[in-house]
């Protein structure tokens, strides 16, 4: 089963970036000179994708409008002979073809993913969170889809955390079958710290069969009536199988506001332009810290 679509859940109101984000989409805040949602579809680009489901809500329409063609602007830049600005405004255009889904109503990362049923049909699909970017020299999303090609199965994204911080995320325990690959025997959604035997926490990356959409019509909500992604995994586990995936590379939580920070650090040490004069100025900030000690 060939996987051609990606979902992008981006109908969150970004309430801790507030006052940022009162009438700005969180996933169009840029780190260092683009927006977080570019970073997040160019990525399923380099793995393959050829179609991006965006779920949307409502005030969300300039992500929307990012990836759209803009003749005024191209024009502008065409006619000033700013042939480099023009070459990335047309790149972003032409990225990717994008389908929206609305979702209504705030219900839970796995209800965003069910109103994506009649698009995405009955076809394994990718979903990638706007919040968690992930910098890595092979694509995450790559690297995950040579995991579902060996395995026909769900695959999750996860990383090692601190086991004082379980209950900060969804938590796999399971078995590994070869290095870096787990089949998953348990999922539990932000557990008790103590209570479970794994550190190993579930990122914004999932590659997904079908068949969890029936999973998902039977998972009950949760606290404030939400649908929990995890909990529909669970039951998907439960029938099918499940296979979870340690990634290489590094993954920065930018729906965070010290993650954000790390990420925009991250992206500007690496920028091809800016990343030296950066570095420099990051060092001798530092020393000039280290003086007044």
Same mark, same amino acid.
Do not use: W
């Given at each position: 089963m060939?996987?051609?679509?990606?979902?992008?859940p981006?109908a969150?109101?970004?309430?801790?970036?507030?006052?940022?984000?009162?009438?700005?989409?969180?996933?169009?805040?840029?780190?260092?000179?683009?927006?977080?949602?570019?970073?997040?579809?160019e990525?399923?680009?380099?793995?393959?994708?050829?179609?991006?489901?965006?779920? &949307?809500?409502?005030?969300?329409?300039?992500?929307?409008?990012?990836?759209?063609?803009?003749?005024? #602007?191209?024009?502008?830049?065409?006619?000033k002979?700013?042939?480099?600005?023009?070459?990335?405004?047309?790149?972003?255009?032409?990225?990717?073809?994008?389908?929206?889904?609305?979702q209504?109503?705030?219900?839970?990362?796995?209800?965003?993913?069910?109103?994506?049923?009649?698009?995405?049909?009955?076809?394994?699909?990718?979903?990638?969170?706007?919040?968690?970017?992930?910098?890595?020299?092979?694509?995450?999303?790559?690297?995950?889809?040579?995991?579902?090609?060996?395995?026909?199965?769900?695959?999750?994204?996860?990383?090692?955390?601190?086991?004082?911080?379980?209950?900060?995320?969804?938590?796999?325990?399971?078995?590994?079958?070869?290095?870096?690959?787990?089949?998953?025997?348990?999922?539990?959604?932000?557990?008790?710290?103590? &209570?479970?035997?794994?550190?190993?926490?579930?990122?914004?990356?999932?590659?997904?069969?079908?068949?969890?959409?029936?999973?998902?019509?039977?998972?009950?909500?949760?606290?404030?009536?939400?649908?929990?992604? &995890?909990?529909?995994?669970?039951? #998907?586990?439960?029938?099918?199988?499940?296979?979870?995936?340690?990634?290489?590379? *590094?993954?920065?939580?930018a729906?965070?506001?010290?993650?954000?920070?790390?990420?925009t650090?991250?992206?500007?040490?690496?920028?091809?332009?800016?990343?030296?004069?950066?570095?420099?100025?990051?060092?001798?900030?530092? *020393?000039?810290?280290?003086?007044?000690?």
């Amino acid at each position: 089963m060939q996987v051609k679509k990606a979902v992008v859940p981006v109908a969150g109101l970004g309430t801790r970036f507030l006052p940022a984000t009162k009438v700005i989409p969180k996933e169009m805040l840029t780190v260092v000179d683009r927006p977080t949602i570019q970073y997040i579809v160019e990525e399923v680009v380099a793995s393959g994708i050829t179609e991006v489901v965006l779920v &949307t809500a409502s005030g969300k329409s300039a992500i929307e409008d990012h990836f759209d063609y803009s003749f005024e #602007l191209e024009s502008f830049l065409a006619q000033k002979g700013k042939l480099d600005l023009l070459k990335e405004v047309r790149h972003i255009s032409r990225l990717i073809d994008v389908v929206s889904v609305r979702q209504k109503e705030p219900l839970g990362l796995g209800h965003a993913v069910k109103v994506t049923r009649d698009v995405v049909g009955d076809h394994p699909f990718v979903v990638s969170l706007g919040d968690d970017l992930v910098d890595a020299g092979t694509p995450c999303v790559f690297q995950m889809l040579k995991v579902f090609e060996k395995y026909q199965e769900a695959v999750v994204a996860v990383q090692e955390v601190p086991d004082d911080q379980v209950d900060r995320y969804g938590i796999v325990e399971g078995e590994e079958v070869e290095e870096g690959v787990f089949k998953v025997h348990r999922m539990v959604e932000k557990p008790a710290v103590g &209570t479970t035997r794994s550190n190993l926490a579930v990122i914004g990356r999932y590659i997904l069969r079908p068949e969890i959409f029936d999973c998902l019509d039977r998972t009950l909500p949760g606290i404030g009536g939400e649908i929990q992604l &995890t909990d529909a995994l669970d039951i #998907l586990r439960k029938e099918r199988g499940i296979y979870a995936y340690k990634f290489k590379g *590094k993954r920065f939580d930018a729906g965070d506001k010290l993650g954000y920070l790390k990420a925009t650090v991250n992206y500007a040490i690496s920028h091809p332009s800016l990343g030296g004069p950066f570095l420099s100025y990051l060092r001798e900030l530092l *020393k000039n810290m280290d003086n007044k000690d």
